[in-house]
């Protein structure tokens, strides 16, 4: 407490009125007959003392102990109070005794009262709270708090500490990697062991970035709680680690962007009290909101560390999506003389001394600057109006600003217009006089200067707006570098990272960021070390040119490849391009092929490459390329990254640097967009919490890919990339495919390393709620006795007991709750709530009605609903309908969908002739609404115009008016289930015609009305596409928000009879040559998972003829793709065939072969054609 009132921290702070602990509050984790045994200890005399505490490990008692460990408790749950009730952001708790050691029923390691297991299951039962991280960074493993939440999957435990292959304290096996948890809990529990001494900075912080934070991102706590014990301080003599104090400043950080900034720390140990100070006042600076201090340089994993986070990786793999994308890596032959270790031999009060000094460093007395200027506008498209490098792009991104007021705590920086001199750093001379010279040209002149280069259009302003833009950067720059403020925003036109040095290119005349870098350089007089991070979706190629043989600067690049085919259409784009010279392995390239890439890719990348590469690069100043036209609802990009996911990657940035980040407008073309956008990366640079993310898929299969290329090629620069993940995920089938409740009975029994055997229900855990996340895209509205699914930003919420609160599906395995209820929490601004219709839906499982009826078999991408098939399909429903029964607010309604309108494979029952009887023998089972969810994102959402774009790439030599309806901008024609077009035939072409075109993958015609040419009218189509795109504008809304459920699965019931929609698989896909014949040993249709035994929506591939599970059991056909390569797999359900690498359904000749013999093999007869 001196050193924080000396850093004049206190003075900053609310401060909290500690109390003791309530009787009732210790027995949520303590036995009665403990606690009583406890307080006792007030009255022993100092031999009784001396003798009970000779009973335990590592304990000392005094009469004041019990008083004092009562209020350190006591103290906790009332920051838990604070926070969890929004009264307070965050919270620390300076307290002793220290308490993640302590039993339920016995003292160890100092401790008598559990303080963060009480405060987890305290949150739990007054405050609701259903999902809780706790953090344990104190250098002995918090083995009490593993054994008291192992078997809790309410509960993640993620500890880091010394081991020593268990000959450090308290030297139990269960503290290694391999103690993953049981029961329920199995997967809950990440332990990270040291087996060397000296870990340090690079060490804890890549375990936190691979480890921790994905696995976070997915679990999303609602409240997290820290463990914060300094004895892994460098000079700490009983830890022995060279942690500084920057380093708890960096982990308190990354900390902040879950649970929407609800972090709690309690001091646990920490034995060199100068450490233990410094260290506490630094994680307290970044709780009230202060920059990241610069870490020191080398930043470099040491080769034991490496090896212990991809041991723990290998154990989790099985249980977590966000660890299961790490290709198996062969190990880095280092050159001679190359160090494998990081750990530096200074002296600890040098450490400390350079440390301090960058954490209590002098701050801005602003936090961020921001410059705009109208006159930027000024340059325009003088022959095309609606081009999307509009001048209102950045009029309604400064609007979006002052709505939000984040204008008024913004320092606003003066607007100045570059110099030739300044612009002459990066570019030729010859260059900057020929886009001069158009300040006096003539429209015709213009248009031919133009014409020179590549997506470019002039304007008699454009020179003048361009070095506008570029100078009014520079003014930003300076003021981060001369100490006005701490980091900034440049809302600029045109943009700037396509523009080479000799040429024009991609809208951009000037390269803004690259000329920036240059001038901080230049400013500082020295070559500073500058990271370029660039998340416009096209590549930067100009940036990556102008420093591609500089290793002063670090140029990092994620955008869109398409394996060159998307602009600017160069391999320099690709994963390979590392830069030359001595810029060699200081280019890094993401690039994003094959899929519509959103929050979950960019989030990995960022925790597997950007972050650990730039902590290691040790920037000084960061810029941003941010173009916004990877945002949901570009017109140009095509992403679905959301406003929320900008902000998660701008307060990862902003550990840099010492927080010298800038942020630079480059492109986004959707006005709604990109304004929110950048608003919302505004607001974390001035200290805004990140918002959630919702619950996100796994990263596609080709971005997983893709960021493993990157890994294999930068792995030999950046030694933080080294990981060595040599083992396959467990191939044990009472570990894979199995959920934890299926493997443990309710209350399982284990035996600690005492010897003593407990059970659950002797935690005392209360009944508790759970917040189910809803997808990020889609959540659940009762309107009417219908369903029908909104984009929202918010999460749904059911209570369950306690019983089915450990079977939803938190993670990877799950079964079904019994009882359900969902209301939606919607978050956002105020502007964005009121855009939004908010209610509630109650569904319930009707359990004697589930022991009478069957369920439809799981689909591709799967459901984990209640959606049960009618064991009575007669005279009371048409056959061949599925009935969706599902209780509303005391109401059971019933949707009627016709299953021959479900696509194949995306929730659909196979009709065959008297399929009656068979869809009676389907075996009943039960999943929860969560994937129901789920499953609606995969068939609309997640693939959503992911053709459409391509369907509007008409050749020059087509006539627009010629385009086919399935083209047509409107909602009937947007991809569902993979590729496939869906399209809204007309009620006058016949049932018949439209089975013939189904089954010829033909196109059916527009339907001859008037209507016709209104549809086919290009600008008609236009301006549904921009009300589409509007739309879909923010990761709070889609295009899909009032589709009733029904129509979501190709049945719309409020349409006239006779309007269907037919599903067409691709004709041909690139990946065909791949298949290779039937063996000769023939097809098992029957056969079960290769890795985990599951009989349940199993798949084989069509290369390996290996059979695995589909991606919505455990996914292991999903993880044999990405290992393998081998793309095409056909479904043992229905016999489609999926290509992973075009993500659709195909139907081609080349796959008759294969699908007769399965057909055969299953029912007994050919498929009807097959010669």
Aim: with cysteine; aromatic share 8%; glycine share 6%.
């Amino acid at each position: 407490m001196e050193k924080i009132r000396q850093y004049g921290l206190l003075e900053r702070c609310v401060q909290v009125q500690a109390r003791a602990a309530t009787e009732d509050e210790l027995l949520l984790v303590h036995s009665q007959e403990y606690m009583e045994l406890m307080k006792s200890t007030q009255y022993m005399s100092e031999p009784e003392l001396k003798s009970l505490a000779d009973t335990y490990d590592s304990i000392f008692l005094h009469p004041k102990f019990y008083e004092c460990a009562c209020l350190a408790v006591g103290s906790v749950l009332q920051l838990v109070d604070k926070v969890v009730s929004a009264e307070i952001q965050n919270g620390l708790a300076v307290v002793r005794p220290p308490g993640h050691h302590a039993y339920w029923e016995k003292m160890n390691g100092y401790s008598m009262f559990n303080n963060l297991a009480i405060a987890a299951n305290y949150a739990k039962q007054n405050h609701g709270v259903e999902r809780i991280l706790i953090v344990d960074w104190d250098v002995h493993h918090g083995q009490s708090l593993q054994y008291i939440f192992e078997d809790d999957s309410s509960i993640l435990y993620f500890s880091i500490h010394r081991y020593e292959h268990g000959e450090f304290w308290p030297h139990l096996p269960e503290s290694d990697s391999q103690a993953v948890g049981i029961g329920r809990g199995e997967g809950y529990n990440i332990n990270i062991p040291w087996n060397k001494i000296g870990m340090g900075d690079a060490d804890y912080i890549t375990a936190f970035l691979q480890v921790l934070m994905p696995v976070a991102y997915e679990f999303r706590p609602q409240l997290v709680l820290v463990a914060a014990g300094y004895d892994s301080a460098v000079g700490d003599i009983k830890g022995e680690m060279q942690a500084s104090p920057s380093c708890f400043a960096i982990l308190t950080h990354l900390l902040m962007s879950l649970a929407g900034g609800k972090v709690i720390l309690s001091l646990e140990g920490g034995y060199n009290l100068q450490a233990l100070a410094e260290g506490v006042s630094a994680s307290l600076k970044i709780l009230l909101g202060d920059p990241c201090p610069r870490l020191a340089v080398p930043f470099t994993p040491c080769q034991s560390a490496l090896e212990s986070i991809c041991a723990t990786i290998m154990a989790h793999r099985p249980y977590w999506k966000g660890l299961q994308n790490f290709s198996a890596d062969k190990p880095v032959e280092l050159e001679d003389g190359e160090a494998a270790s990081a750990i530096t031999k200074k002296e600890f009060a040098e450490v400390l001394q350079e440390s301090v000094a960058e954490v209590f460093r002098k701050l801005p007395s602003e936090r961020t600057a921001l410059v705009y200027d109208e006159r930027m506008k000024e340059h325009y498209n003088m022959w095309d109006s609606q081009h999307p490098e509009l001048p209102q792009r950045i009029s309604c991104i400064y609007a979006q600003h002052e709505s939000q007021q984040l204008t008024e705590h913004c320092l606003r920086i003066p607007v100045r217009s570059a110099t030739e001199e300044e612009l002459q750093m990066c570019h030729s001379l010859k260059y900057i006089q020929t886009i001069k010279s158009t300040v006096d040209m003539k429209a015709r002149d213009l248009h031919r200067q133009s014409d020179e280069y590549i997506s470019i259009y002039l304007s008699p302003k454009t020179y003048d707006c361009a070095l506008l833009a570029t100078g009014s950067t520079f003014n930003v720059v300076e003021a981060i570098l001369t100490g006005k403020a701490q980091n900034g925003v440049a809302i600029v036109r045109p943009p700037g990272h396509h523009a080479e040095k000799n040429m024009a290119c991609g809208f951009c005349f000037f390269n803004t960021v690259a000329l920036s870098a240059r001038y901080a350089q230049k400013l500082m007089g020295y070559k500073m070390k500058v990271m370029i991070l660039d998340w416009d979706i096209h590549h930067g190629n100009g940036t990556q040119h102008i420093f591609e043989d500089d290793p002063s600067v670090l140029y990092v690049s994620l955008h869109r490849y398409d394996h060159g085919l998307f602009f600017p259409s160069s391999e320099d784009a690709n994963y390979d391009m590392v830069g030359r010279g001595e810029g060699e392995g200081f280019n890094i390239n993401i690039p994003w092929s094959n899929g519509r890439m959103g929050n979950p890719e960019y989030i990995s990348a960022f925790l597997r490459v950007v972050m650990p590469v730039a902590y290691e690069f040790g920037p000084e100043l960061v810029l941003v390329s941010a173009g916004f036209d990877a945002a949901q609802g570009d017109p140009l990009g095509g992403y679905t990254v959301t406003p929320e996911a900008y902000a998660h990657m701008t307060h990862m940035l902003s550990s840099l640097a010492g927080g010298k980040v800038i942020v630079v407008l480059e492109g986004g073309y959707n006005l709604t967009s990109i304004s929110e956008s950048m608003s919302m990366c505004t607001w974390t640079l001035l200290g805004g919490t990140p918002p959630d993310l919702g619950r996100m898929k796994t990263p596609h299969l080709s971005a997983m890919q893709s960021i493993s290329n990157v890994i294999g090629v930068h792995r030999k620069y950046w030694s933080s990339l080294r990981l060595q993940v040599t083992e396959p995920v467990a191939e044990d089938t009472s570990i894979q495919g199995v959920t934890p409740a299926q493997k443990t009975s309710p209350s399982p029994e284990v035996k600690s390393a005492e010897g003593k055997h407990r059970s659950s229900s002797e935690l005392h855990m209360s009944p508790c709620t759970l917040s189910l996340p809803a997808s990020p895209e889609q959540t659940i509205k009762q309107t009417d006795g219908s369903l029908t699914f909104h984009d929202l930003s918010g999460s749904s919420e059911q209570v369950v007991d306690d019983d089915s609160f450990h079977q939803m599906n938190l993670t990877p395995k799950s079964v079904m709750p019994t009882e359900l209820q969902t209301s939606e929490q919607i978050s956002g601004d105020k502007e964005i709530s009121d855009k939004i219709i908010a209610s509630s839906v109650q569904i319930y499982v009707d359990q004697e009605h589930l022991q009478k009826s069957t369920v439809v078999q799981e689909p591709t991408e799967g459901i984990r609903a209640t959606v049960e098939l009618a064991k009575s399909l007669d005279n009371h429903k048409p056959a061949g309908q599925v009935t969706a029964r599902m209780q509303s607010v005391g109401q059971r309604t019933e949707e009627q969908v016709p299953t021959d309108q479900l696509p194949v494979g995306q929730g659909s029952v196979e009709q065959i002739p008297g399929s009656q009887e068979n869809v009676e023998q389907v075996t009943a089972h039960t999943v929860s609404v969560e994937r129901l969810s789920a499953e609606v994102e995969s068939i609309t959402i997640s693939e959503l115009k992911s053709k459409e774009a391509k369907a509007r790439e008409v050749s020059p030599n087509q006539s627009k008016t010629s385009t086919p309806f399935c083209m047509s901008e409107s909602l009937s024609s947007v991809p569902v289930g993979g590729a496939r077009q869906k399209v809204k035939s007309n009620a006058s072409v016949s049932k018949e015609s439209r089975i013939k075109a189904k089954e010829e993958n033909e196109i059916l015609p527009v339907a001859e009305t008037e209507d016709k040419a209104v549809v086919s009218n290009p600008v008609f189509q236009e301006k549904t596409h921009q009300e589409e795109l509007l739309g879909e504008a923010t990761g709070w809304s889609n295009v899909l928000r009032s589709v009733p459920f029904c129509q979501l699965f190709g049945n719309d019931v409020s349409l006239e009879s006779g309007t269907l929609y037919a599903v067409t698989p691709l004709p041909w896909c690139p990946h065909l040559e791949t298949v290779h014949p039937v063996p000769s040993s023939g097809l098992n249709v029957l056969q079960t998972c290769s890795d985990c035994g599951t009989e349940r929506e199993n798949w084989v591939c069509l290369v390996c003829y290996q059979v695995y599970c589909g991606r919505y059991v455990n996914e292991h056909m999903l993880m044999h793709g990405l290992s393998t390569g081998h793309l095409l797999v056909l479904s043992y359900t229905d016999l489609s065939v999926w290509c992973y690498g075009c993500e659709s359904y195909v139907h081609n000749k080349v796959l008759f072969e294969v699908q007769n013999t399965a057909h055969r093999l299953k029912y007994g007869e050919h498929m009807a054609g097959f010669n």
